[in-house]
């Protein structure tokens, strides 16, 4: 073969090859970094394999930053993002505005019909799907075993506020750094507000009536309140005002608390002996509800995969969140990385996997309190929104914040109970009235 | 006698100065130790100092996880090429106003610091817009430009106050001999301002390395620099702090290094004219 020969050959797969670079779809998924999400990342190998045309991008924020960073290039028709991670908080609103592209027809292998109802509801407006889940949870009480025995009680199938209450005193031993309970005082809207709101469901209360009144001057928010400090400052730990998730987490793990009520998620958390002291003696149980109740608090929140209308990349994007969100994605992260790392709570087809089920002990009761949630009706009352642990309208964000550290600043000592709720029934009828409701 | 006291309060000035030293510099110490520690004992309700099982794990999960030279890259061009755009910028205007200022100078002085007080978030969404229209969302050119504007002002107002320190005679005796405006500028003034000019520069590469609403705003995949790379190990579940300080350690790494061998330099500089 001549020199010349040889250089028309180089150059034709030269060209060849930058026809297929050219030829590949670069799409960019913006998410945050849980365990779930960081384990997609790694298993993006076996997307890039059984499709090589599309090339994945990854940008991990944290959640908030993500939340803003998101919002704004959605609002602004940016483009940035193929695939965003959003929460079911977020969907609903998102659709309506037409911001996001219907999941219909993620192809005949993502079998739709599998999807836990509860959390495909959620995710549901005017009957099309607009996001799809990767993983949900809901709450519920997590325990100690061993310090409910040792107080001489057992956990009833349904706990109420007047049990949880009972256990909390008999559990508490501050001399030993034992507190009878933690919950979330950090404020904000996904913090101390999540879990408040959800309790004031099953205390039967409401954010707003039927006319978008706030409730905070109801009897129900009275006793949510009321209940919530008398467990926090009598058996919760110290410096509560500025406990979140993760501080709770950390605390359950080494052994501080006898119960905390927060995401089902944590079961995995505090059942790994590698992580948490308490491994072994942890039990679980609904969350509580009202003395005869049965409203648990609606709490229901799913990590989703969705597409923005402002991609021009929607059939890659597709592509993308149909590979991530299907049962084949359940299979290999069952291979590859073990059964108990499958995303949980979306699909009804997992729950019935019998090595599932062996692998995490705790399942039944995470199924159990997502399939409790209704998050069509999260009150007792009739209600003008949709939502559980949060109000599914746009200003829910600033609201539930500004109510978040009315609340804290009751935990903190630094206002009284009816002080909080009295500012709170203020702030939120001055900026609903400012927002225009009734819409 | 006076000596033995002048060395009592030598003493006890130094007791001081390191004391604060290591108030100001304890939050990084405690990030560092953190980021050898495992998860566990990251968060461990009563934290060892210097006496835990010292691990490299949080290294190498970010290592791995994600591309930190890429990050690296995106930070040095942006830091970089902002400050020196806006050096280029700086050094002319300053000198007019130190040199030859008109009635409006300090207004104009004023105005430009004024522009610091406004928080940035009022003008993410046109700003965004604008880096939208022109193509420049998640490039560093958009990001150079818009860190160059942001940093401005303080890069005139420090070299305005550096030139202000110069004796306009020796300016005067080069335009005397024949000097340019711009001889005038690059080869009188530019050299006896350098200690000057480097702490600017210092200062600013500092500033754009740490800038973090911009850089997280404006950049997705490609020209993420070091701030999203440490955003990326925050977590809303689950243990993070000591792959989030593995990460933090990496990211101010090089700004520290570069800080230590110039400190000389930085001082100099911002205690320039400090003294009259």
Known sequence: MNVTARALMGASLLLAATSAVSAQTTITVATVNNGDMIRMQRLTSDFNAKHPDIKVNWVTLEENVLRQRVTTDIASKGGQYDVLTIGNYEVPIWAKQNWLVALDNLGADYDQADLLPQVAAALTVGGKLYAAPFYAESSMLMYRTDLLEKAGLKMPENPDWGFITEAAAKMTDKAAGVYGICLRGKAGWGENMAFLTSMNNSMGGAWFDMQWKPQFDKPEWKKTLDTYLKLMTSYGPPGSSSNGFNENLALFQTGKCGMWIDATVAASFISDPKESKVADKVGFAPAPTRAGGSNHGNWLWSWNLAIPASTTKADAAKTFVAWATSPAYTKLVAEKEGIANVPPGTRTSLYKNEAYLKAAPFAPMTLKAIEAANTQKPSEQPVPYTGGQFVAIPEFQAIGTAVGQQFSAALAGKATADQALAASQALTSREMTRAGYPK | ?276
Do not use: C
């Open chain 2, 1 to 276: 006698m006076s000596r033995a006291v002048s060395t009592r309060r030598k003493a006890v000035v130094t007791a001081l100065a390191w004391g604060v030293g290591l108030v100001i510099f304890f939050p990084i110490l405690w990030t560092v130790l953190t980021s050898f520690k495992t998860e566990g004992e990251a968060i461990n309700a009563h934290p060892s100092f210097l006496f835990f099982d010292w691990t490299l794990e949080n290294y190498h999960t970010v290592n791995e996880r994600s591309d930190y030279l890429a990050h690296f890259w995106n930070s040095v061009v942006i830091a970089l090429g902002s400050t020196l755009i806006g050096l280029l910028i700086a050094i002319p205007a300053a000198w007019s106003m130190a040199f030859v200022p008109g009635k409006r100078t300090k207004d104009l002085l004023m105005w430009m610091l004024s522009t610091k007080m406004m928080p940035a978030v009022g003008v993410l969404v046109p700003i965004y817009l604008l880096a939208r229209d022109t193509g420049l969302l998640d490039s560093k050119t958009g990001l150079v430009i818009v860190l160059t504007l942001v940093n401005l002002p303080i890069i005139v107002w420090m070299l305005y106050t550096y030139f202000k320190e110069i004796p306009g005679e020796i300016l005067e005796a080069a335009r005397m001999d024949g000097a340019s405006l711009g001889s005038e500028i690059l080869y009188v003034l530019t050299p006896m301002a350098v200690p000057g000019i480097a702490s600017t520069l210092l200062l600013n590469v500092i500033l754009a390395w740490n800038e973090s609403f911009w850089t997280l705003n404006l950049t997705a995949a490609n020209s993420a620099p070091l701030t999203a790379f440490i955003a990326s190990y925050s977590s809303p579940e689950g243990l993070f702090y000591a792959k989030l300080s593995a990460a933090s350690t990496m990211a101010i790494a090089p700004i520290l290094i570069l800080g230590w061998f110039s400190q000389k330099q930085l001082v100099r500089g911002l205690t320039f004219g400090a003294v009259k």
